[in-house]
């Protein structure tokens, strides 16, 4: 089914929307959110999390892409389980990737007030416009998507120590962006 | 994890569609399992003493057999980046003279194309009882996969058509470590143990299985922690307090355990940003950042623990400073800390039930007394209570998500009874994921192996062994060793060999 014929079954509160978006991306959402948290079972709470979030946002929402929709969804869901378990249960590529975001955190000279999440998304996004497709998509593989280097690598075709490198040099140049743009975290 | 880069991560989440949808769209053409790469060797034989805790743990790791007799033409199996490893064939708990088996295998292409390189295996065999007595066997049927993907892939096993009741033994994980710098250029010397390093050739699971004490370990009783004692160190409410005129940038707070690392490990549960040791000096030290005010929904409530395991360690000191790296000045700052001492297998017991409660023994999922039970294998073999732990896990994180997360050979075990003088038909219905490599299939339509073992890990006195290829129209061989030849429609062919592998490629239409 089209995903425009799916966003009119939840416009038309029809319960077989659910079905529908469950069996076309349920899948791709169970991947990313199992990915990210390291555990089926949160993976599987996550995606009914994901749907009942569809249902209650469609409407008024009419997404263009109901995949990179839910996609979003899923993952911000799965920051927020996350980051709400206590620490011992924290696992997954999530836990993975912090340590390597840290390194693309603004110096913080003062105690002044944190940006907005959206307005920080937004700086990310004006940077990431900035580089080559392979760099973009690079950097979201690894830091939204949470694939790991290796796994990119042997995708790519090339030594994983030479992502590596780039991935250092693209957090250091996010690093700097951020702080040209006065982000605050 | 400091409170800004939580931020950070959840500020990703925001990022234009069109952005994610590239990304996705790049993945999607390639997304593959975890890669894995060559296991050169484990250790003969190592036995663990998990330090003052009066538990002694032996796992050995297989010993390693010479060169492989491959059988049949062609090249030989290769290694592969991305390895899903070899079928296995079925065993029993313990050889029997008087029986005997056959076995033929299918190989069906039905579900294969250019998107899923799944097959479709039936390994049957059928048993025969030479003596004039019933003989009662437990079967086991080995596949090699993670505890997270077990429900998934988990044989069917079926005697006579009636479908068997299974348990399910795990072996720990089948791979070993690497340094940070292998297999780059100049790096193949370096030594390590931080990154996994999965195996990638059936040979890496031959020496894994040979001589059975891989097997053996399987059976063995996990390691006990009861009557263990750990001190558990709660730290809560951090605070600090700023001088006039000082500012902290990030502010945290820096926890120092005076220690002998030979006689204490301390183990955490997460939550810091930084860790250090000096073993020469004898302490180890943790760093967190003190939480500011809550932003979103997350909640960083400031509690951290650390658990102590062994001799009991000396007071430990907080420190507080007003950002991490060179420029960190002293701030004054602390934290409530409670210590009370608590039987270690309670204690881990208490944290895997929450974390592991997915695996219920239900579905086909692995039960939780099997994954808890690798868990605390892996503590004492790899992980920080390991008499030299990995370098992936000095800092003494208790983390749960590896032990569910490795490829480890597995077997479903059933029992069954074969009449005197009769014989029975045992069947595994499996799927399997091709074996490839990006390096060599770039720029090609790309291919996926499978490979066949016939007497690796088993005890079974086979008489005879064939494969029957079902191509259903929609593969071509690359290469094999099987022999078979589908111009000429042999289909069926014995085998004689070890291993046996099969490349194919999506037929050109």
Avoid at chain 1, 131 to 154: C, M, N, P, Q
Avoid at chain 2, 472 to 488: A, P, S, W
Wanted: contains cysteine; proline residues 4%; hydrophobic residues 35%.
């Amino acid at each position: 089914m089209e995903d425009t014929e799916l966003v009119e079954l939840f416009w038309a509160r029809d319960e077989s929307a659910l079905a529908g978006v469950s069996e076309k991306y349920g899948g791709l959402c169970r991947q990313l959110a199992r990915r990210l948290l390291g555990s089926d079972r949160d993976a599987e709470e996550c995606v009914s999390d994901v749907l009942l979030r569809l249902w209650e946002s469609i409407p008024p929402q009419r997404p263009l892409s109901l995949k990179a929709y839910m996609l979003k969804i899923t993952r911000n869901l799965t920051v927020d389980r996350w980051r709400g378990n206590t620490a011992a249960f924290r696992a997954g590529e999530l836990t993975a990737l912090t340590p390597e975001l840290e390194a693309c955190l603004p110096a913080s000279p003062s105690a002044e007030e944190v940006s907005g999440e959206r307005q920080t998304a937004e700086a990310v996004d004006r940077w990431l416009k900035t580089l080559s497709k392979d760099d973009r998509t690079l950097f979201l593989r690894r830091y939204w998507f949470g694939d790991t280097v290796k796994e990119i690598a042997r995708s790519r075709g090339v030594p994983a120590n030479r992502l590596t490198q780039k991935l250092n040099r693209l957090r250091g140049g996010l690093r700097r962006a951020l702080e040209k743009e006065g982000i605050v975290l | 994890m400091s409170e800004r880069c939580a931020n950070l991560l959840a500020a990703l989440g925001g990022l234009e569609e069109e952005l994610i949808l590239e990304a996705a769209e790049d993945r999607a053409k390639k997304r593959r399992r975890w890669p894995r790469r060559l296991v050169k060797t484990l250790a003969a034989c190592a036995a663990l003493a998990v330090i003052g805790v009066g538990v002694l743990y032996l796992v050995p790791t297989g010993a390693h057999s010479g060169g492989s007799n491959v059988g049949g033409k062609g090249d030989d199996p290769r290694s592969f980046l991305l390895y899903e490893g070899p079928v296995l064939p079925l065993t029993l708990r313990d050889a029997r003279e008087d029986v005997s088996a056959e076995r033929s295998v299918n190989l069906d292409f039905a579900g294969w194309d250019t998107e899923g390189t799944e097959l479709l295996i039936r390994d049957s065999y059928t048993l025969k009882n030479t003596s004039g007595q019933d003989q009662t066997l437990r079967a086991l049927y080995p596949f090699i996969e993670r505890f997270s993907e077990v429900s998934r892939r988990r044989p069917t096993l079926t005697l006579d058509g009636a479908e068997l009741e299974t348990t399910l033994l795990a072996g720990y994980y089948a791979g070993g470590y690497e340094g940070p710098w292998k297999g780059s250029v100049g790096g193949d010397e370096n030594e390590g143990s931080v990154n996994m390093n999965y195996p990638d050739s059936w040979e890496d699971y031959r020496d894994l299985l040979a001589g059975g004490s891989y097997f053996d370990a399987a059976l063995s009783p996990y390691p006990d922690f009861t009557g263990v004692t750990a001190w558990v160190y709660d730290l809560t409410d951090p605070w600090y307090t700023l001088a006039e005129g000082q500012e902290a940038a990030r502010p945290v707070l820096r926890i120092t355990v005076p220690l002998d690392y030979a006689r204490t490990r301390l183990l955490h549960t997460g939550g810091f940003s930084g860790w250090s040791w000096d073993d020469g000096e004898g302490w180890m030290r943790f760093q967190y950042d003190i939480p500011g005010e809550t932003k979103g929904s997350y909640k960083d409530d400031g509690h951290r623990t650390v658990v102590a395991v062994g001799e009991e360690p000396g007071d430990l000191t907080i420190e507080g400073f007003t950002s991490t790296g060179d420029r960190a000045q002293p701030l004054e700052a602390g934290a409530t800390v409670t210590k009370r001492a608590v039987d270690l297998e309670e204690y881990l017991r208490a944290l895997a039930l929450e974390r592991y409660g997915g695996f219920d023994g239900q579905d086909g999922r692995p039960d939780f007394e099997t994954v808890y039970g690798q868990f605390k294998l892996w503590l004492v073999t790899d992980g920080p209570l390991a008499q030299e732990p990995k370098e992936r896990y000095r800092d003494g994180d208790l983390n749960f998500g590896e032990a569910a997360s490795v490829d480890r050979v597995l077997w479903l075990e059933a029992e069954i009874t074969v009449p005197a003088g009769a014989s029975v038909t045992l069947t595994a219905e499996l799927t399997k994921e091709g074996s490839s490599d990006p390096f060599r299939s770039r720029g090609s339509t790309g291919g996926a192996e499978y490979e066949l073992a016939t007497r690796l890990g088993s005890n079974l006195a086979f008489t005879h062994q064939s494969a029957t290829l079902e191509d259903r129209g929609k593969i071509e061989i690359v290469r094999q060793n099987f022999g078979f030849d589908l111009k000429k429609g042999v289909k069926t062919v014995p085998l004689t060999g070890e291993i046996y592998f099969l490349e194919v490629k999506a037929k050109a239409d």
